[in-house]
């Protein structure tokens, strides 16, 4: 079946240091690709997507490439800041079957930033 | 900004006992779901409703779990009897029933089963 497969963490990085989060996904045809994150105390909100090959998403500097030849999307920010400490989920939408929409979601990394 | 609220906040709960938890959905959001999310897991779907209609209940544990829409506005679920397994953050989303849309979900509802 579908899943989604990142890294776990927990990451502790200082301010302004480089971060990457690795996600490789295993789906039939051709999902969605979505970077979810969840502040502490808060509920998930999408930081980015991309829905076909080649496409980069990016938001609050955040980006991440949807690589179909490695099944990958992997999130990338080239200086983090105290307040991006929160848990990342990457997740990814099958093609609809029968109406379904749902999101296939990875386990989390939650990120620590120290000043 | 419109949010997609929850409630209760936390329930704890002894096994045995029945729970509900309340979702109202962001307004005239047609598609609603319902996720559990185990601690360190992410979260897996249990439920998707499409207006008031079921749409995929496939992975809902229908010997204990029940969820409605009636009216397709808010939903409730609905654990009886609940389990030392059940314990877990439970998620409400909604979206446009658009394919590809973004999903807005609510703060959560965590459940201690004791």
């Known amino acids: 079946g579908d899943s989604v497969t990142q890294m776990e963490g927990p990451v502790t990085l200082s301010e302004e240091a480089f971060l990457t989060i690795n996600c490789t996904y295993t789906?039939?045809?051709?999902?969605?690709l979505f970077w979810y994150v969840q502040y502490p105390g808060e509920g998930l909100q999408l930081l980015l997507k991309a829905t076909k090959a080649d496409d980069k998403g990016s938001n609050k500097g955040f980006e991440a490439t949807y690589r179909k030849e490695t099944t990958s999307f992997h999130l990338e920010k080239g200086s983090v800041q105290v307040s991006d400490s929160a848990v990342y989920f990457c997740a990814l939408s099958p093609r609809p079957q029968g109406g379904s929409e749902k999101l296939v979601f990875g386990k989390g990394m939650k990120l620590t930033v120290n000043p | 900004e419109a949010e997609v609220a929850q409630s209760p906040r936390y329930k704890i709960t002894e096994k045995s006992q029945a729970v509900a938890f309340w979702c109202d959905p962001i307004?005239?959001?047609?598609?609603l779901y319902w996720y559990r999310q185990i601690l360190g897991q992410g979260p897996e779907l249990l439920v998707q409703f499409q207006d008031e209609s079921v749409v995929d209940d496939s992975q809902l544990p229908k010997d204990r779990f029940s969820a409605e829409r009636l009216k397709g506005v808010d939903s409730t679920l609905k654990i009886q009897p609940a389990e030392l397994g059940d314990s877990a953050m439970y998620l409400c989303?909604?979206?446009?029933?658009?394919?590809?849309?973004?999903?807005?979900f609510g703060p959560g509802t965590r459940l201690t089963v004791l």
């Open positions: 989303a909604s979206s446009p029933s658009t394919y590809m849309n973004e999903q807005f």
């Open positions: 307004s005239g959001h047609a598609t």
């Open positions: 789906a039939t045809g051709y999902p969605s």
